[in-house]
């Protein structure tokens, strides 16, 4: 079992930024993936930010040249480093990790393995 613990979540106004952070119970690297999915009121939950253990990181366009993912194998953390952020991303974050699959398209909501509890983000405009 694998604990997942969010924090860094708030409310912002447009054109701000935050930073999330996932603290893990076991080391990261040990995770072939570690995402971040988030889910607004009424919609269905979406992925929006990918890491593997090897490979490139992947976005979903959305947020795509506004959002970087990254994770820290030291501090086994997880982050999303959020600029620019509009009304639209308001949603509550959740981060995810996963040993079979990774990427836009490929992690989805029913093929991850362990999910945090979430954070909530609230852009204003």
């Known amino acids: 079992q694998v604990q997942l613990v969010e924090s860094g979540g708030g409310s912002v106004q447009a054109g701000g930024s935050l930073r999330l952070s996932c603290a893990a119970s076991?080391?990261?690297?040990?995770?072939?993936?570690m995402a971040w999915f988030r889910q607004a009121v009424g919609k269905e939950r979406e992925g929006v930010a990918f890491?593997?253990?090897?490979?490139?990181?992947t976005y979903a366009d959305s947020v795509k040249g506004r959002f970087t993912i990254s994770k820290d194998n030291a501090k086994n953390t997880l982050y999303l480093q959020m600029n620019s952020l509009k009304p639209e991303d308001t949603a509550m974050y959740y981060c995810?990790?996963?040993?079979?699959?990774?990427?836009?398209?490929?992690?989805?909501?029913?093929?991850?393995?362990?999910w945090g509890r979430g954070t909530q983000v609230t852009v204003s405009s």
């Open positions: 076991r080391p990261t690297y040990s995770l072939y993936c």
């Open positions: 995810a990790a996963s040993y079979v699959a990774c990427g836009l398209g490929d992690l989805r909501e029913y093929n991850v393995k362990y």
């Open positions: 890491i593997p253990n090897y490979g490139s990181t």
